[in-house]
T-cell receptor, first 107, second 115 residues
């Protein structure tokens, strides 16, 4: 049983396309995190949200607490956005992670 | 600030050997945690700590020990390595002791192979 499910698993887009990655979770959360894992393996935090919507540059994250669903959007995608995007459900002191969405943006 | 420093980057062990993965942060974060990342399974929480002297188990704690004697350091010990512990290990920290965590800061990872 996976507490966090992501879709799609793999995604290939042309440069400039609008991208959406979805995350559904089954646990009660205090927050939902979106992470980016670079091809070299390093992981950085993109967003932490507990309600509504957050925006940082071309990235937008939304969450619907009632539906237990979050989305990560990338506007005007660029090859440098190619990475694995991971959502994580924060249930206080514990974290549960999705298996990630591997994004490739082609020039 | 160095952020989260994790060592070593690579390690090869023989079955039954012991070792310690080091993790240190200089951001005065209360919360520190260890994860393993396996292909197709995503990150899984091994152990975590909400402050010096306080540790607790995560999703996959068997075969691993931790301690937190200072705010800065949170080492992960493998007492008797097994091939099933071959994985990539990440340490992460965040601000705050309460239920709602701030963003996580990750170390660069340790690729461990147990033969």
């Amino acid at each position: 049983k996976n507490e966090v499910e992501q879709s799609p698993q793999n995604l290939t887009a042309q440069e400039g396309e609008f991208i959406t990655i979805n995350c559904s979770y089954s646990v009660g959360i205090s927050a939902l995190h979106w992470l980016q894992q670079h091809p070299g393996g390093g992981i950085v935090s993109l967003f932490m949200l507990s309600s509504g919507k957050k925006k940082h540059g071309r990235l937008i994250a939304t969450i619907n607490i009632q539906e237990k669903h979050s989305s990560l959007h990338i506007t005007a995608s660029h090859p440098r956005d190619s990475a694995v995007y991971i959502c994580a459900a924060n249930t206080g002191n514990q974290f549960y992670f999705g298996t990630g969405t591997s994004l490739t943006v082609i020039p | 600030n160095a952020g989260v420093t994790q060592t070593p980057k690579f390690q090869v062990l023989k079955t039954g050997q012991s070792m310690t993965l080091q993790c240190a942060q200089d951001m005065n974060h209360e919360y520190m945690s260890w994860y393993r990342q396996d292909p197709g399974m995503g990150l899984r929480l091994i152990h975590y700590s909400v402050g010096a002297g306080i540790t607790d188990q995560g999703e996959v704690p068997n075969g691993y020990n931790v301690s937190r004697s200072t705010t800065e350091d949170f080492p992960l010990r493998l007492l008797s390595a097994a091939p099933s512990q071959t994985s990539v290990y990440f340490c992460a920290s965040s601000y705050g002791r309460g239920g709602s965590r701030e963003k996580l800061f990750f170390g660069s990872g340790t690729q461990l192979s147990v033969l």
